[in-house]
């Protein structure tokens, strides 16, 4: 890789899942910081290294190139039992981040009330599918003025009165459907489990913003996608924080002038976990030889993944929503054996006119009819291609017509889960 421009957000384009820890580890050993700015253990990334695969959550996936600073923003919502999971899995692996990590002190902490609420309604008719991690009640109670953030288990007085009225407002809400933890049992584990942390917790705004002036080169990690995004998504079906661009200016605290790049990430087909509209889903053994080839199994739940063509209607959206500057399209190689390849090039609406943007209303997208085009698959597997010229022609124009129904260039290409395995298109360059 080329030395790397300033500021770089990496951020999906499709329901999550497009391969962002890849890149991102691909790339962060060219950065001073990796930055991590929405989201909670909801989101996993995934990085396969020498064969290796190691799932990463709440830690930036810099975490392992030795040199890269680690931040987590303010738009995080944290849960520090699973932080400290995930922090004994990367000491089991040799790799320690605790003296190259910066925690925002105005991240929300996660609590079992937050977790108790999210199940409760997920056993109802109202359920949308979501990993049942607490984290959309964290962004409400944060949105009310009621939450904890870290900076405040730094200030113990006044704590127990504060989640003891955060216990009253649960009980109230689900009643006697679950079992809750007395609110002195939460602050004691709390204060265990925040301990080892202290010395990280800080101002990540004035962190990055010096940073950012001395000129250190920042990586933004998205989480989640920008179809799953609280404002642009396909509501309700979405997650509960802004995992498009906006996101990363509210979830750090850096002007927009400080971003000097955009790459959006998305498959050469399309996953989506959970409920909500998935226009190009497919069922039967093409979406099985996905599902299987491509491992699509959420990495923070197991659950197995709904699968389709590629929809370049979504990625338009998300492309002109976020201004990304190219595209990163991952796992071409699991499309490799298939003997025809559909590409979702747009939709028309129920009067029959072909739609310009993607509707706001889910009962709309539902009762669209896709417009696809098919193409031929390739006799040669694309798995481990390492150059353009070396693709199969029928991937080649496949690609160019991504690129073209999506508006946006194509950048890098991946063609297997290992940091080796994939290539830049002719003339672009990721940074």
Request: net charge negative; hydrophobic share 35%; glycine share 12%.
């Amino acid at each position: 890789m080329s030395k790397p421009i300033e500021n770089l957000a990496i951020l999906g384009l499709q329901w999550g899942d497009e391969g962002k820890g890849k890149l991102v580890d691909l790339l962060s050993a060219n950065f001073r910081n990796a930055v991590r700015f929405q989201g909670g253990n909801n989101a996993g990334h995934t990085v396969v290294v020498n064969g290796e695969s190691i799932a990463l959550h709440q830690v930036p996936s810099g975490a392992l190139h030795p040199e890269c600073f680690l931040v987590v923003g303010s738009g995080v919502v944290l849960n520090l039992e699973v932080f400290h999971q995930e922090l004994e899995r990367l000491r089991d692996r040799g790799v320690e981040v605790l003296d190259r990590l910066l925690l925002s002190d105005k991240a929300h902490v996660i609590l079992p009330y937050y977790i108790a609420i999210d199940n409760w309604r997920e056993s109802g008719s109202n359920r949308i599918g979501t990993t049942g991690r607490g984290i959309g009640p964290t962004y409400e109670t944060k949105a009310a003025r009621l939450g904890l953030r870290l900076g405040d288990l730094k200030r113990p007085d006044g704590l127990l009165e504060r989640i003891s009225n955060i216990y009253t407002e649960t009980r109230l809400k689900i009643g006697d459907a679950a079992p809750l933890p007395a609110p002195e049992a939460v602050l004691k584990d709390l204060q265990e489990q925040i301990k080892p942390l202290l010395k990280c917790i800080g101002n990540a705004q004035e962190y990055l913003y010096d940073a950012w002036k001395r000129g250190e080169s920042l990586l933004f990690e998205g989480a989640q996608a920008t179809m799953l995004d609280i404002d642009h998504g396909t509501y309700p079906f979405v997650t509960s924080s802004n995992c498009s661009i906006g996101g990363l200016f509210t979830g750090t605290g850096l002007p927009p002038k400080a971003l000097n790049k955009v790459l959006g990430v998305a498959k050469a087909y399309t996953t989506r976990v959970g409920a909500g509209p998935f226009p190009s889903e497919l069922s039967g053994p093409v979406a099985e030889h996905i599902r299987q080839a491509g491992h699509e199994f959420g990495t923070t739940t197991g659950r197995p993944r709904r699968c389709g063509w590629f929809d370049a209607a979504v990625v338009r959206h998300s492309c002109r929503l976020n201004g990304a500057d190219g595209v990163g399209l991952m796992k071409l190689d699991v499309l490799d054996g298939l003997d025809s390849i559909g590409l979702v090039k747009g939709y028309r609406g129920a009067d029959g006119n072909t739609l310009t943007a993607m509707p706001s209303s889910i009962h709309d997208l539902e009762n669209t009819e896709q417009i696809i085009e098919y193409f031929d698959g390739w006799p040669e597997p694309t798995k481990g291609v390492k150059s353009w010229n070396a693709l199969p022609a029928q991937a080649q124009r496949y690609l160019k017509a991504i690129e073209e129904a999506v508006e946006t260039p194509i950048e890098y290409v991946s063609t297997g889960p290992n940091r080796g395995e994939g290539l830049l298109l002719p003339g672009r360059s990721l940074t």
